[in-house]
């Protein structure tokens, strides 16, 4: 796949208005918000029990999600994300009542990061939308399709070498699945800042010129062009495994604790620094993996549920209900942990090299 090329910045500035003009396309995925919903403290969303997040817009996106059926692991990992944009809100509220985001980037990333949200899970209303692949042959990799014909070449080269045994393929595919996810982010990061400059070409005037805004647009072409270049690294990497299958010196296994090692490696880390690192990915790993282990339990349960409902008597039925309960509950507690260990990892790499630079 090709991405398109990122214009260059033209220098101009945002007004405040940019957010409120970015805002209308979230809002009415969402569908209209219910008078009751808005009500004083009589109305019946206050004296309901605590709904799953504590901002409605973000309740109302779970809802939606639940109607769409998607499956269980899916719906885990939405509440994950959901979970740590619930945060990342919050923790804006605060920055903005102490006048911490005068240039509204930090907003605007709120926004963008919503925005891949929604690609993510086919809530942005498009009908090519699909949801997240899950993470195991077992969930049907033909049918989830990878999106791109290079992939998905490398990938029946992959399948039909017999170099890689039933384990390998499978830690291969999550590979492929999250490259996928990477090309997908950063198209619809592409898509959010085309957006954002067209409406500055339309709503603003040469004389509108702000230094700070030109160079928060600078930082986002940036930030593009460093996703770019780890797609190319990535799928480079996929098209050396591919060929060559997996040698016995990896040092990680886990496609993100991958990506954090080599960007760790060419960060501004002293030998310390990056020792210490390599212990923390370690147990990173570790994190994750338990974390696939119970996404794959959630799924075997899901489907004896469903068996049965159909065929089982009253207790068998309650019994395996309060099992599915638990594994949810499970699952969804480690992927928030997995997300926020993840973002947390991030961030520290991405200081080291913006030091260096």
Known sequence: MAPRRVR??????????????????????????????????????????????????LSQLWAKARRLQLSPVDLSELHADLKIQERDEFSWKKLKAEGLDEDGEKEAKLIRNLNVILAKYGLDGRKDARAVSGNSLSDGTEQDGLEDPRLEKLWHKAKTSGKFSREELDKLWREFQHHKEKVREYNVLLETLSR??????????????????????????????????????????????????????????????????????????????????REELKHFEVKIEKHNHYQKQLEISHEKLKHVERFGDEEH???????????????????????????????RVSRARHNEL
């Open 8 to 57: 260059s910045v033209r220098r101009g500035r945002a007004p405040p208005v940019l957010l409120l003009l970015l805002l209308p396309p979230l809002l009415a995925l969402l569908g209209a918000w219910p008078a009751e919903a808005r009500g004083g403290k009589y109305s019946r969303e206050k004296n309901e029990p605590a709904a799953e997040f504590r901002m409605e817009k």
């Open 196 to 277: 954002t400059e067209e409406i500055q070409d339309n709503a603003i005037s040469p004389e509108d010129v702000s230094r700070v805004q030109a160079e928060v647009l600078g930082a986002r072409h940036v930030e593009l062009q460093d996703r770019l270049r780890g797609i190319s690294q990535g799928f480079d990497r996929l098209r050396k495994v591919s060929h060559q299958g997996y040698g016995g010196d990896a040092e990680f296994e886990e496609p993100r604790v991958i990506d954090l090692w080599d960007l760790a490696r060419s960060a501004n880390f002293t030998e310390k620094e990056l020792e210490s690192f």
């Open 317 to 347: 039925v309650s019994r395996n209900k309060e099992r599915y309960a638990m594994l949810e509950e499970k699952t969804k507690e480690l992927g928030y942990k997995v997300k926020k260990h993840l973002q947390d990892l991030s961030s």
